[in-house]
């Protein structure tokens, strides 16, 4: 995988619990400056390895598979719900939303996030849902529309299995911007967010091709417009210093006016630099919760 090279880097460590009130007149200022600079990421960088799984059982390693007949995706979508290796009872749900050109078994096959929630004690059900492969989370002009997929659709599964738990929201590169749009569009429904390496554009024509329909489309699910909404919110927002979306992901953190973690280290835009950074994003969201 050929990640843009934004220069020679150091070895860096930074982690980092801030807050910040950068106003919308200084983030425009800056995004203007970073657009003539950055460029445009394209997508297709990032693509990765994916299988499927279709099976409704209960496996040894505590997943169950299953198949779930969308109408807002007007297809069948693959899913699969891990429950957490302690004897104890759940105390949260951690949902995870695949990358680009992916599925759900991202969250099992390439991070593990079952494993890594338990090798820090975090008592967690960790479910995930085919989104699309190039759907970017959100209602698109074709008819399909993952985001109420997710939110009206698989979370009213999941809770009917594990009970109405308190939630929180993951995920990588598409999925990270699909976490962060997910707890901006329904903030009551997760008490964390935490994306890696998220998705994230300044302006409409920087955008991967095929990521939205129209400037209005891009505009109508813009991050930076209700950040505010993340306000009350647990964040852990973690990036590599070599990852094309560093940048804008900064500004971003730069302009959350709340206290938040930013986890900034050497690394790329590849599942190196996520099985890194996980499992200090759970720790960090457990610890908030009180749950280690």
Known sequence: MNNRDL????????VQESSSSVTRRQFLLKAGGLAAIGGVIYAGYFRDHHTNSEKKIQNQSGETNGILNSEFMHSNVGWTIAMPQSLKPAELIIFCLHGFDNNHRMAFD????????????LNAVVAAVDGGADNYWHKRENGTDAMSMLLYEFMPLVQSKVGKLKQAIIGWSMGGYGALLAAEKKPQNFVAVSPASPALWLLPGETAPG????????????????????????????????????????????????????????GGHDSTFWNQAAPLQLKYIGQRLNLL
């Open 7 to 14: 220069g020679k880097s150091r070895h860096v460590s930074l």
């Open 110 to 121: 390439d991070i593990d996030v079952p494993a890594v929630a338990n090798s820090i004690g």
């Open 211 to 266: 990521a939205f329909d129209s400037p209005q489309d891009f505009y109508n699910n813009d991050m930076f417009t209700n950040i505010d909404k993340l306000n009350g919110k647990i964040i852990a927002i973690a990036c590599g210093l070599q990852d094309p979306f560093y940048n804008s992901t900064k500004l971003f953190t730069e302009s959350i006016a709340v206290p938040h973690r930013s986890i900034f280290l050497n």
